[in-house]
Structure formats: structure tokens, C-alpha cells
């Protein structure tokens, strides 16, 4: 008898600890555990990329989430490998800042096979995530393009530099670029050369341009603000940025003091803030299991000296 009492506390224990595992197995919320969100960032010496990295780690932060951030350096194969070691690991949901469309796509399909919620953020992969949370860069371009459209009375030679070839922004703002050069057959496209959104790249690409074509150039369209801040030093140090107007795209701290001073002509303010924070809401929602937006597009704004004071911190 004394046996059978044991037995059946034994039992009664199973069923007790079974009733508080959550139904899809996993005891995290019930038994007080945080949940943890691994995401892996195209690169971390790219300074809109931290921008956003530091609105997840600070709304992770509030939420009370345990966030694992990792750089990916520019290579889809390295970012791959780190969802994988993301699953392995067991977190509860992955947010991913892709480093190019179609190779970093198996990392999407890797979470989703294994259930795991995978957000993209800021950039966008050929596979479909579990969500989205960014800005539509076709318009972005658009933005841009109309307003050197605008400066240059229709007619004049522009300079484009891409972003890293085969990611989701340089591929769309290439698409919205070349729509409004249709547009507008008086503009005509001089050149076109990656940067790899750098600043040191974008001076160097500016700088074999200027030898190339010199006066012939009206505007240069840089994909990114830390190109576009490379091209300004060049045609600074090359005494000819007062005959050039310079766009760029994010509107970082630096590029909106350009503006600000008029070496930068104008920028498209993208929201680090609200896709950072954003897609830790998203991820901890789909984590959850609770109602999440698939897909949340923020709006780029045009930024110029009228009205730089407004994003000015």
C-alpha cells in the first residue's frame, strides 16, 4: 500500500508539471523564463545598421527579452550559419537584417522548417519570412531622384552609386532610380558603380569619377548616406561641390549636419528608431503566438535644409 501511495504522488507530480508546459511544449512565459531573440545584422560598421540594433537591444531591453545580437559581416553564407546556430540554440524567435536576397534566403526556410518565427528587418529575402518590418526602398529612390530631377530643371549628367550588389535596397532604390530617369528623359545617367554603402568607398568611387568625367557632372544619387557623405569629401577636396548636387539615402546624424550646413544637398530620412523597435514587437508577438502584422512598411520622408531642424535631435 505504501508502495502504491508513492506511486501514484509520482503521478500526480508528471501531471502537475506536464499542466504547466504551455501547448506547444516549451515552459518559458509560465515558469518566468525570459524569451530570447537571437538576430544577425548585415554589418556593424554600418552606422544606419546600428542605429537599428541599438532600438532592438533598447526595446528588448523594456519588454524584458533577452536579445543575442550578432554581425554578419556583410556575408550571407556567415548569416546562414548563424540562424542555424540560432535553432540549435532553441531561441524563441530570430530577427534577421539580410545581406542579400536570394543568399540569405535558406536562412528563412531553416527557421520556418524548424518553427522557429523569423522577422526580416530593414531588408528583404526572395523567401518569405514569417514577417516584415521595414520601408519600401523603391520609393525611397523615387524620393530622391525626383528632388535632383527638380534641382537640375530636368536636364543634366548623374552619377549612381549602388549600395552592396544583390541586397534588397540596392536592387529596389536601383528600381525606383531608373523609373524616374525613364521619367525624365533630359537626365542622363553618366555612370553607375557600387560603393558597398561605404564611406571610404564612395570618396575613392567619387574620386575615379571626377578624374573620368569631370565638369560633365550635375548630381550624384549615392544609395546610402555614408556614400553620399564620401562622394561630399571628394568633390570638397576636388574644389567642384558647390557645381554638384549630392542625395543620399537615411539621414544619419552625420548626413542630417551636412544638410544642415549645405555640403550634403538632401537625404530620405528612413526610421532606425521605428524598425528596431518594431521588429522586436513583432518577433516577441509571433514568440507569443499572439496577432502580429506581417508586414509594416514605415514611410521615408525627404530631408533638406528647410526642414532638417525637424529630425535634428
Same mark, same amino acid.
Given at each position: 500500500?505504501?508502495?502504491?501511495?508513492?506511486?501514484?504522488?509520482?503521478?500526480?507530480?508528471?501531471?502537475?508539471?506536464?499542466?504547466?508546459?504551455?501547448?506547444?511544449?516549451?515552459?518559458?512565459?509560465?515558469?518566468?523564463?525570459?524569451?530570447?531573440?537571437?538576430?544577425?545584422?548585415?554589418?556593424?560598421?554600418?552606422?544606419?545598421?546600428?542605429?537599428?540594433?541599438?532600438?532592438?537591444?533598447?526595446?528588448?531591453?523594456?519588454?524584458?527579452?533577452?536579445?543575442?545580437?550578432?554581425?554578419?559581416?556583410?556575408?550571407?553564407?556567415?548569416?546562414?550559419?548563424?540562424?542555424?546556430?540560432?535553432?540549435?540554440?532553441?531561441?524563441?524567435?530570430?530577427?534577421?537584417?539580410?545581406?542579400?536576397?536570394?543568399?540569405?534566403?535558406?536562412?528563412?526556410?531553416?527557421?520556418?522548417?524548424?518553427?522557429?518565427?523569423?522577422?526580416?528587418?530593414?531588408?528583404?529575402?526572395?523567401?518569405?519570412?514569417?514577417?516584415?518590418?521595414?520601408? =519600401? =526602398?523603391? #520609393?525611397?529612390?523615387?524620393?530622391?531622384?525626383?528632388?535632383?530631377?527638380?534641382?537640375?530643371?530636368?536636364?543634366?549628367?548623374?552619377?549612381?552609386?549602388?549600395?552592396?550588389?544583390?541586397?534588397?535596397?540596392?536592387?529596389?532604390?536601383?528600381?525606383?532610380?531608373?523609373?524616374?530617369?525613364?521619367?525624365?528623359?533630359?537626365?542622363?545617367?553618366?555612370?553607375?558603380?557600387?560603393?558597398?554603402? =561605404?564611406?571610404?568607398?564612395?570618396?575613392?568611387?567619387?574620386?575615379?569619377?571626377?578624374?573620368?568625367?569631370?565638369?560633365?557632372?550635375?548630381?550624384?544619387?549615392?544609395?546610402?548616406? #555614408?556614400?553620399?557623405?564620401?562622394?561630399?569629401?571628394?568633390?570638397?577636396?576636388?574644389?567642384?561641390?558647390?557645381?554638384?548636387?549630392?542625395?543620399?539615402? =537615411?539621414?544619419?546624424?552625420?548626413?542630417?549636419?551636412?544638410?544642415?550646413?549645405?555640403?550634403?544637398?538632401?537625404?530620405?530620412?528612413?526610421?532606425?528608431?521605428?524598425?528596431?523597435?518594431?521588429?522586436?514587437?513583432?518577433?516577441?508577438?509571433?514568440?507569443?503566438?499572439?496577432?502580429?502584422?506581417?508586414?509594416?512598411?514605415?514611410?521615408?520622408?525627404?530631408?533638406?535644409?528647410?526642414?532638417?531642424?525637424?529630425?535634428?535631435?
Amino acid at each position: 500500500m505504501k508502495t502504491n501511495l508513492i506511486f501514484a504522488a509520482l503521478i500526480a507530480t508528471v501531471l502537475f508539471s506536464g499542466c504547466n508546459q504551455s501547448q506547444d511544449g516549451s515552459s518559458g512565459e509560465s515558469s518566468g523564463e525570459k524569451l530570447v531573440i537571437g538576430a544577425t545584422m548585415l554589418s556593424m560598421q554600418n552606422e544606419f545598421i546600428v542605429n537599428v540594433s541599438d532600438e532592438m537591444e533598447a526595446k528588448a531591453k523594456e519588454l524584458g527579452v533577452e536579445l543575442i545580437t550578432v554581425d554578419a559581416e556583410r556575408s550571407a553564407l556567415k548569416q546562414v550559419e548563424q540562424v542555424e546556430s540560432f535553432i540549435a540554440q532553441g531561441v524563441d524567435a530570430i530577427i534577421m537584417n539580410p545581406c542579400e536576397v536570394e543568399a540569405s534566403s535558406p536562412a528563412v526556410k531553416l527557421a520556418m522548417n524548424a518553427n522557429i518565427p523569423i522577422i526580416n528587418v530593414n531588408s528583404e529575402t526572395s523567401a518569405k519570412p514569417t514577417a516584415f518590418v521595414g520601408s =519600401d =526602398d523603391t #520609393e525611397s529612390a523615387r524620393i530622391a531622384m525626383r528632388y535632383l530631377a527638380k534641382k537640375l530643371g530636368g536636364k543634366g549628367n548623374i552619377l549612381m552609386m549602388h549600395g552592396f550588389m544583390g541586397q534588397a535596397a540596392q536592387l529596389k532604390r536601383d528600381n525606383g532610380a531608373k523609373e524616374i530617369l525613364k521619367a525624365n528623359p533630359g537626365l542622363k545617367l553618366l555612370a553607375e558603380q557600387t560603393g558597398e554603402w =561605404d564611406r571610404a568607398k564612395g570618396m575613392s568611387l567619387t574620386e575615379n569619377w571626377i578624374q573620368s568625367y569631370g565638369s560633365q557632372i550635375n548630381a550624384i544619387f549615392a544609395h546610402n548616406d #555614408e556614400m553620399g557623405m564620401g562622394a561630399v569629401k571628394a568633390l570638397e577636396a576636388a574644389g567642384i561641390k558647390n557645381k554638384v548636387i549630392v542625395v543620399s539615402v =537615411d539621414a544619419i546624424p552625420d548626413a542630417l549636419q551636412a544638410v544642415k550646413k549645405g555640403t550634403l544637398d538632401a537625404t530620405v530620412f528612413q526610421n532606425a528608431r521605428e524598425q528596431g523597435s518594431k521588429a522586436i514587437e513583432t518577433a516577441v508577438k509571433a514568440a507569443k503566438k499572439e496577432a502580429f502584422e506581417k508586414e509594416a512598411l514605415i514611410p521615408f520622408q525627404l530631408v533638406t535644409k528647410e526642414n532638417v531642424g525637424e529630425f535634428l535631435k
